[in-house]
């Protein structure tokens, strides 16, 4: 059985001696790393939202200042350019620690593989370690955006959190989802040992505004190839599934987790579940009917299907997910056209 928090810490407000916030719904202070990436932005407009203070630590590494950038003049928020891997002090409430390398483009740039493997790994095991050794010290909660990909090719359909994986350790994807194990390990040894209260996360293949343009990812990918009028490619049969959630269901579970008493894991996402195929025609219906498919070798160690059971967090943080895909692609396409617009505009300039 997972354990849960019977009662909240007292926080630690650092030298401003101020009063406890994290029950009354004042001023709470709160980090998210990796805060100028898709999700991280997304989380910060409804911290911003909220009334929080809200301190956003990036190394630009696949984020933007673009995505926050909103914020700059708001005197409730701070952004510092800083890498996870080194330690850094700060004095705050809750610890979103979504910093990572994410997409596999990033982790599987050919030429770069060897450095950003283990730059990807590094990031979540001395990143994780560093924002737990924070969270201690000034007594912070602490929830890690962990991933579907600790199942990695699941033997088990759909997945519930009590499956233990099937994960190959030595393969080019292991940087992240075993990277994303050891950072698990991690947050419950900090749980166990130090007292931390932490909160864990695994999140299902998420889409939505912001993404990177090039970030290699499937939804991204035929999105912009729909609108570019590219054909979009199809790894392999294209019959492999994956189930697509919509990032603002997203942000609204690991909100409700954090603020829930139930350390999890939760499996968070949409369990609407397509293959490649259908994926890619429901792109031709809401974005271009026109729009062709090209097809190309499959990655390696590729999960041949993945679906989220979230019956546990339907049940204990009453939580799931309200947008469909045919609902939330025409979301993403508008944001993709004008930054795709903006992009050619530039290249006119020069
Ligand atoms: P993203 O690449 O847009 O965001 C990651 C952010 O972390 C970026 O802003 C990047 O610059 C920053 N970052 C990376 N390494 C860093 C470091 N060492 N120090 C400081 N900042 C660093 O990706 P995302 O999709 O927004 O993912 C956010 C989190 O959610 C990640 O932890 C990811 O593993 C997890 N997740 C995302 C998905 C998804 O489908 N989007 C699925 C499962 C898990
Ligand atoms: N750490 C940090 N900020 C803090 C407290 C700790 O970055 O406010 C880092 C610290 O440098 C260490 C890691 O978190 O690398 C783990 O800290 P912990 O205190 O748990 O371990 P220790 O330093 O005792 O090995
Ligand atoms: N994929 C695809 N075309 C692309 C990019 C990815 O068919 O242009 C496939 C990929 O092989 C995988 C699925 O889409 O089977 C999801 O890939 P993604 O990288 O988006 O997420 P993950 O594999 O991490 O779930």
Redesign the pocket.
Known sequence: RESTTSHRRPVNHGATGRVPVSVSRRRIRTVV?????????HLVDKLMARGDEVIV????????KE?VVHYLENPRFELIR????EPILLEVDQIY???????PV?YNLKYLNCLLNS?DY??NVM?TLNMLGLAKRVKARFLI?????VYGDPLEHPQKETYWGHVNPIGVRSC?DEG?RTAETLTMDYHRNEGVEVRIA??????GP???LE?G?VVSNFVSQAIRKQPMTVYGDGKQTRSF?Y?SD?VDGLMALMEGDHVGPFNLGNPGEFTMLELAQVVRETIDANASIEFKDNTADDPQKRKPDISKAKELLNWEPKVTLREGLPLMASDFRDRILKEIEGDDDK
């Open positions: 790393t990796g805060g100028a990436g898709f999700v991280g932005s630590v990036d190394n630009f590494f696949t984020g933007r995505n800083h890498d996870v891997v620690h979504l910093a990572c390398p994410a997409s990033h730059y590094k990031t990143g955006t962990s991933t579907s990909e992240y994303k695994r999140i299902f293949n998420t889409y912001r993404m990177c970030d990812r959630q990032v997203l």
